[in-house]
């Protein structure tokens, strides 16, 4: 007899034949039909067992939740839903779910309520089809890269730099938290601690991902990214992946060419691997739209979002002639901006993001050009000498998803931009070499994993695209 994953059973339709499945029950009807799901499929195949001929201490056993294994005939269906199901000649109980006891039930859950349950989530048929595009969507980004010539390279999770320069960082340490060692003037003795200085959690990958690239030439980084951020908002983790490519020789424009193109692929890749749970993701997201008011429900499905993306162009303006767009604008009739944005120098704030591609443009947006000021150290000073090369991605119902910049390659303007914001240039000494031995234009920028994934399933908020959120006051799991 041979063994089926479900989505193997459901493609092959092997009628007439002997087969076996393992899985998950669903629900279990009037003592005879149990919908089976293994997590191959948002599909469940259904089971019918012949009670009358069944050990009544097995059918006792079978609950929503229970793990079992079933053999039987597959027979074409007459029942509607499902063109195929199981005459089952045999069950075999893995594991009972005690319905008492057994937080998910055949009934709709709160995603609220599921947060709670994060370790059993994923058996909903909403978790399971968000995961499996997450993972979808992994391999496309590595196919992605793959394809165009460009190396994975691995990070280093615990660094002694702050990348981003913002301060916003997870300590390691080894040292006893309560009572540490403290040098003369009082202050922490971190040449105790096992690495014999201050160390974090990385918040990017990118600066080494500036030296790989002055090697190999094109590299990607993608993996874990650590916030302390107090942010409680639904596009904030403190532990979320992201993707660093960087490439030796492009400047920004080559850089957001970059960006367009690989977002556009990796849509398009979920529209045609994941059509099953696209579907299903779309209805539940037509679901929840129908008990918001009219005029803020969205006009497009989620397939249309995505293909929208895939088929135009993203908007490239700079911040310069977003602003003025933006201090002539107010989001609608009544209400202004809670922000104002008056003045040139200003960071935006997500509601004037959010205006610039909902409302004003409608479609995916690249700024470009910022105000030095508010970015980070290593972007290129443009000629005017107070912008950088710097660039954003704003999508649709999400913000930024994607932040870059081509990087400062000349040793003397990165060195004084360094001085001026304080920044330590001791612990830089191996970023700065790169402007000593064969520097050359680069760009890169970082795509948030999460933020990505949110917008390809339609969810909300970003705790329900991630196995295990990582929040200010939640690590339960
Ligand atoms: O704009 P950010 O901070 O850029 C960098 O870290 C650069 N070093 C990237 C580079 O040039 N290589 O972060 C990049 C993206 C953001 O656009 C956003 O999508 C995501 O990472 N991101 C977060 N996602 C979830 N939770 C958070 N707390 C995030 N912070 C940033
Ligand atoms: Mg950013």
């Known amino acids: 007899m041979k063994s089926y994953s479900i989505k193997e059973l459901l493609e092959k339709q092997p009628v007439g034949e002997p087969v076996e499945v393992n899985g998950w029950v669903k629900t279990f009807r009037s003592n005879r039909f149990i919908a089976l799901n293994d997590g191959s499929t948002i599909h469940n195949v259904q089971c019918v067992v012949d009670f009358e001929n069944l050990d009544e201490s097995i059918l006792k056993q079978i609950s929503t939740g229970a793990a079992l294994k079933i053999s039987g005939t597959l027979e074409e269906s007459q029942g509607k839903g499902q063109s195929v199901e199981i005459q089952a000649t045999d069950v075999f109980v893995h594991g009972t779910a005690d319905p008492e006891t057994y937080p998910i039930q055949p009934k709709k859950h709160s995603l609220e309520f599921l947060r709670e349950k994060a370790h059993l989530r994923v058996r909903t048929n909403t978790f399971s089809a968000v995961m499996r595009v997450r993972s979808a969507l992994s391999f496309a980004i590595h196919s992605y890269f793959q394809q165009n010539g460009f190396y994975y390279m691995h990070a280093p999770i615990i660094t002694g730099s702050d990348a981003e320069g913002a301060g916003e960082m997870f300590r390691v340490t080894t040292l006893d938290d309560k009572n540490p060692p403290v040098d003369e003037q009082g202050k922490v003795d971190y040449s105790e601690d096992f690495f014999g200085k201050e160390t974090n959690l990385t918040v990017s990958g990118q600066l080494e991902a500036e030296t790989y690239a002055m090697a190999l030439g094109k590299v990607y980084t993608f993996g874990p990214t650590f916030r302390a951020e107090n942010s409680n908002t639904s596009r904030h983790l403190a532990e979320f992946w992201m993707i660093e490519p960087e490439v030796a020789f492009?400047?920004?424009?080559?850089?957001?060419?970059?960006?367009?193109?690989?977002?556009?692929?990796?849509?398009?890749?979920?529209?045609?691997?994941?059509a099953d749970d696209l579907d299903f993701l779309e209805k539940r997201l037509l679901d929840e739209e129908k008990s918001k008011p009219q005029n803020e429900r969205s006009e497009m499905t989620l397939t249309e979002k995505l293909k929208f993306v895939v088929e135009n162009n993203f908007k490239r303006v700079s911040y310069t002639e977003a602003i003025?767009?933006?201090?002539?604008?107010?989001?609608?009739?009544?209400?202004?901006?809670?922000?104002?944005?008056?003045?040139?120098?200003?960071?935006?704030?997500?509601?004037?993001?959010?205006?610039?591609?909902?409302?004003?443009?409608?479609?995916?947006?690249?700024?470009?050009?910022?105000?030095?000021n508010i970015k980070a150290f290593y972007m290129r000073l443009n000629e005017d000498g107070k912008t950088v090369r710097a660039m954003d991605v704003l999508f649709p119902g999400i913000g930024e998803i994607v932040g870059g910049s081509q990087r400062e390659e000349r040793l003397d303007v990165l060195e004084q931009k360094i001085e001026d914001l304080g920044i330590d240039k001791k612990e830089l000494w191996w970023y700065l070499d790169l402007r000593r031995f064969g520097t050359a234009t680069h760009s890169g920028f970082g795509l948030g994993f999460e933020r990505m994934v949110q917008f390809a399933t339609g969810m909300g908020n970003i705790r329900d695209v991630i196995p295990y959120p990582r929040t200010p006051q939640n690590a339960e799991f």
């Not at 944005?341 to 409302?359: M, N, P, T």
């Open 250 to 274: 492009n400047d920004l424009d080559a850089n957001m060419d970059l960006a367009e193109d690989f977002i556009k692929w990796i849509t398009q890749y979920v529209l045609d691997n994941c």
């Open 324 to 372: 003025d767009i933006l201090r002539d604008s107010k989001p609608n009739k009544k209400k202004k901006f809670q922000y104002a944005i008056d003045e040139w120098g200003a960071d935006l704030q997500s509601e004037h993001e959010r205006f610039l591609v909902e409302k004003h443009f409608k479609c995916p947006v690249i700024l470009f050009d910022y105000p030095a």
